[in-house]
């Protein structure tokens, strides 16, 4: 063998090597080491029982102990080699709070800090890590214990930086930023939730823990028995009697004689009781503005198609917008200002779907076209997009179905399109207007979904939704719901829930006659000027939700209404059967989350349309008029921003306010919907 091919072969043995130990070393780690400190009330933790632990499927490990020092101090670690699957998390029990050495210890102290897979060189557990790991992790917490699919621990896991330092144990990195820190109230329910923990944790009164248990109970099941489950009751039931839990930091911190605050741990406080103790996050960034329909892929990264784009005088009379991705933690994937653009992309609408190749499908107004992209936001459609040689009009829904098919709705020409297995290249017009059935029965369709038994079901802009067999669109059946309905989704059961935008009284009539009259004299952009003005002024129970079995007959109590459905617009599923509704009404629209059909999986006493959340829905986190929701694999419920500032929308918008019309950014709700598999092709999947 010559010298020169030695040589060579030497070379290649020697990066094979360095390959096969990077790989490996991604795949697993074969050792590791924690050190850090034990805080409560803002000091040192002493004689505290810390513990690691890897969470996976399965039940969780112990891989090490330690006992803190004087100074809340610790250092402990492991040789188990980990699979890169595995999440860490520490828990400290009990302790003597150096803030109130005469309390001595308190073996109702109990903290958790989830590391994620890689730990940082050094960590504080306290208060507020508790938080941040608990309200992230709370579909896979009970009590001390974490477990859950791979993928859902690696979001919650990497939300926690999103509350919390790990390193510090103080603020976040999106918490303390321009778009929550000081525009929401997430930061004061936030801190307060720590202070009542670290009340119990250093015993501010001899009976703080046993005050904080008590108003910490849930609506079934037992008190909880330590700080940890205090704040997964908390976390699982936020809009439980959130008072009592309020009135604690007035018992827990009085203000002194002569001054004017309270003498926390934690700061910015609350100067009155939340309606609930969520602690939602906006994000914003990847070229978002004025999202419409939001779908997540299987890496639980979130696309959505934006009506436009940043920096324009967006209005509704021309949409230009082009596609934002999110991955699972809030991070912009894809460009700063520009978003995702090509493939014919031109102005984003309620017409969005992951196919199980993960490629993403967008209507677009402005280019009456479908762009498809790659996983990686490049373009697979020509620069023009989908267009039928010019034949399509502006339209909305798209889905993904089981087959592999994909089906669309144009909302202007009445149309119904059909991609066989999801080929682009090969889709078809099925019918238009009255050329046929089922496009005959749509009136201004709107959205669709497939059930249990291949039928897809069609939403309109009237009092009725349209079925039809995939197999044979012809076979039509319409059934009765409320008035001008949008979104539509099926649950596992095979019931399919409607919202209807005008509610089903004679008011939301008189709304639908008044917006027909529009669409036949001056056409589409003014009934949906009218319809959208009149939403933005809806309030309280201006709105409803439908509920058909899957026979089409009306479920008991439907239509649904209440104080969380102003002007409800999409509806979602979730692993447990129960229902996320978003809303397009009033400048800061909530969401609301019903009890669905499986009433086991709802509080107490509560049957199937009754709302779960607080009377006006949940609110906060930025939230602004809503188009889609979306639930994420590790639970937690996205919302897209959609409009902001009606009165920009339309002609002789004023100057200063021109680039308003548009919703910033999304808002996540951590950690409070049963998860669900993505991408959602089909009824919802729960893991």
């Known amino acids: 063998m010559s010298m020169t091919r030695m040589v060579w072969l030497a070379v290649l043995t020697f990066f094979a090597t360095v390959t096969a130990v990077g790989t490996a070393s991604a795949q697993q780690r074969s050792s590791v080491r924690v050190e850090g400190q034990v805080q409560a009330g803002g000091g040192p933790f002493a004689n505290s029982t810390v513990t690691l632990w890897a969470a996976s499927a399965g039940e969780p490990r112990q891989l090490a102990q330690a006992r803190t020092n004087n100074d809340g101090r610790f250092e402990l670690g492991s040789q188990e080699t980990l699979g890169a699957d595995v999440t860490l998390y520490l828990v400290a029990k009990g302790g003597e709070a150096a803030v109130n050495k005469s309390a001595g210890d308190n073996p109702a102290a109990a903290l958790l800090a989830v590391l994620g897979n890689t730990p940082p060189p050094k960590v504080v557990i306290n208060e507020m890590t508790t938080v941040a790991s608990v309200w992230t992790h709370a579909q ?22 999103n509350f919390v330092d790990l390193q510090t144990g103080g603020w976040g990195s999106a918490i303390q930023d321009p778009l929550n820190s000081g525009q929401t109230p997430t930061m004061a329910n936030f801190a307060t939730l720590a ?49 009592r839990l309020f009135a604690l930091l007035g018992e827990f911190y009085p203000v002194p004689q002569g001054k004017t605050m309270r003498a926390v741990p934690y700061m910015p406080y609350l100067n009155f009781s939340p309606s609930a103790w969520v602690l939602p996050l906006k994000f914003d960034g990847g070229g978002y503005r004025a999202g419409g329909k939001a779908m997540f892929d299987s890496e639980g990264n979130l ?24 991955n699972p933690n809030g991070k912009p994937l894809s460009p700063i200002i520009t978003g995702f653009a090509g493939g014919g992309m031109q102005g984003g609408t309620f017409g969005a ?13 402005g280019s009456k076209s479908i762009a498809v992209f790659d996983k990686n936001g490049k373009p697979l459609t020509p620069p023009e997009g989908i267009t039928f040689n010019g034949q399509l009009g502006l339209m909305q829904g798209i889905i993904a179905t089981p087959s592999g098919d994909v089906w669309a709705l144009g909302v202007s020409k009445r149309q119904l399109l059909h991609f066989p297995k999801g080929d682009w290249t090969k889709g078809r017009i099925v019918c238009e ?23 897809i079901w069609v939403s309109n802009a009237s009092d009725k939704v349209t079925r039809f067999p995939a197999a044979d669109p012809s076979k039509v059946e319409n059934f ?9 989704n099926i649950d596992s059961q095979g ?3 409607v919202t209807n935008r005008f509610g089903d009284g004679l008011l939301g009539m008189a709304h639908l006659v008044d917006m027909a009259a529009r669409m036949k004299l001056e056409g589409i952009e003014s009934a949906t000027d009218y319809m959208v003005r009149t939403m933005s002024k809806q309030k309280g129970s201006d709105g409803s939700v439908t509920l058909l079995r899957s026979d089409g007959t009306q479920y008991p109590g439907s239509p649904f209404t209440g104080g969380g459905l102003p002007g409800p617009w999409a509806v979602v599923v979730d692993g447990n059967d129960n229902v996320w509704i978003s809303n397009f009404a009033m400048p800061n629209s909530p969401i609301t989350q019903l009890c669905g059909v499986r009433t086991e999986n709802c509080p107490p006493g509560m049957k199937t349309g009754d709302q779960i959340s607080p009377p006006g829905g949940y609110v906060g986190g930025g939230l602004q008029m809503q188009t889609d929701l979306a639930i994420s694999p590790s639970g937690d419920v996205w919302v897209m921003n959609n409009w902001q500032d009606i009165d920009s929308c339309f002609a002789n918008a004023k100057e200063a306010l021109s680039t308003r019309c548009g919703g910033q950014g999304v808002t996540v709700f951590f950690g409070m919907a049963k998860p669900v598999r993505a991408p959602q092709i089909g009824p919802v999947r729960p893991y």
Do not use: M
């Not at 207007?433 to 039928?455: M, N, T, V, W, Y």
């Open 140 to 161: 896979f917490l009970n009590g001390p214990a974490i477990k859950g699919h791979a993928l859902g621990l690696r979001i919650a896991a990497g939300n926690v930086p």
């Open 195 to 243: 202070d009542l923990l670290a009340g119990c944790a250093t015993r501010v009164t001899a009976d703080a823990c046993a005050k904080l248990f008590a108003a910490a109970t849930p609506p079934t099941g037992s008190a909880p028995s330590d700080t940890l489950t205090a704040a997964q009751s908390i976390g699982r039931y936020p809009w439980y009697q959130p008072e």
């Open 303 to 326: 696309w959505v198609g934006d009506n436009f784009t940043v920096g324009w005088q967006g209005q509704d009379a021309f949409w230009q917008g082009n596609a934002t991705k999110f």
């Open 353 to 365: 779907a992951v196919d199980a190749q993960d490629n993403v499908w967008l209507y677009s107004y």
């Open 433 to 455: 207007g009255d050329s046929a059935e089922p496009c005959k029965s749509f009136l201004r369709p709107f959205h669709l979904a497939i059930d249990q038994q291949d039928r």
């Open 480 to 488: 009765r719901t409320g008035i001008v309905n949008s979104g539509l």
């Open 495 to 497: 019931n399919v829930w």
